[in-house]
T-cell receptor, first 111, second 113 residues
Framework: QQQVKQSPQSLIVQKGGISIINCAYE??????FPWYQQFPGKGPALLIA?????SEKKEGRFTISFNKSAKQFSLHIMDSQPGDSATYFC??????????FGTGTSLTVIP | DTAVSQTPKYLVTQMGNDKSIKCEQN?????MYWYKQDSKKFLKIMFS???????INETVPNRFSPKSPDKAHLNLHINSLELGDSAVYFC????????????FGSGTQLSVL
């Protein structure tokens, strides 16, 4: 059973555009929602994260929007750049350090 | 300094062989993990150790056996390798009790021929 559902599977965006990746979860025990960025040949690296007590968190061009009632959260990449081309994973975790990952979104930013 | 390091980076072997992947972290974390990433990029937890004790053991064939000699090391031994074991294996670590910031190694690409 997939604990965290992620869409789309792949995304192509023009340079300067906005990239949006969506995730949904069911388990209300989750209390930490990170996004990871993975480049080819590398391990995933933490990009940005949010806790459910806030609805939005912004770090530079990256923003997480969180909707607790809908049990959904999304990553917005503003002014997308070719260097942002990577695979993005949403995740959710509980206080017991059990992390559940989405299925990943392959983002390609076209120059 | 590499925070989570795993070796080897690439591992090519024949079916039926036994192989090991080593992982070390210098972050002072007390929880370490092994994840498997298949060809579709899906990341699946295999094992989790906290202070050398197994706390998560997902449905993984018993050919896979993790070993944690101390809280900075978590090795993965695989017996009787099968074609379906081909994947990228990632070691990761975190602080327990905070459920934050999972740090990943750079992965071991295992190819079983």
């Amino acid at each position: 059973q997939q604990q965290v559902k992620q869409s789309p599977q792949s995304l192509i965006v023009q340079k300067g555009g906005i990239s949006i990746i969506n995730c949904a979860y069911e388990n209300t025990a989750f209390d930490y929602f990170p996004w990871y960025q993975q480049f080819p040949g590398k391990g995933p690296a933490l990009l940005i994260a949010i806790r459910p007590d806030v609805s939005e968190k912004k770090e530079g061009r990256f923003t997480i929007s969180f909707n607790k009632s809908a049990k959904q959260f999304s990553l917005h990449i503003m002014d997308s750049q070719p260097g942002d081309s990577a695979t993005y994973f949403c995740a959710a975790s509980t206080i017991g350090n059990q992390f559940y990952f989405g299925t990943g979104t392959s983002l390609t930013v076209i120059p | 300094d590499t925070a989570v390091s795993q070796t080897p980076k690439y591992l090519v072997t024949q079916m039926g062989n036994d192989k090991s992947i080593k992982c070390e972290q210098n972050l002072g974390h007390d929880t370490m993990y092994w994840y498997k990433q298949d060809s579709k990029k899906f990341l699946k937890i295999m094992f989790s150790y906290n202070n050398k004790e197994l706390i998560i053991n997902e449905t993984v064939p018993n050919r896979f056996s993790p070993k944690s000699p101390d809280k900075a090391h978590l090795n993965l031994h695989i017996n009787s390798l099968e074609l379906g074991d081909s994947a990228v294996y990632f070691c990761a670590s975190s602080h327990s009790g905070t459920n934050e910031k999972l740090f990943f190694g750079s992965g071991t690409q295992l190819s079983v021929l």
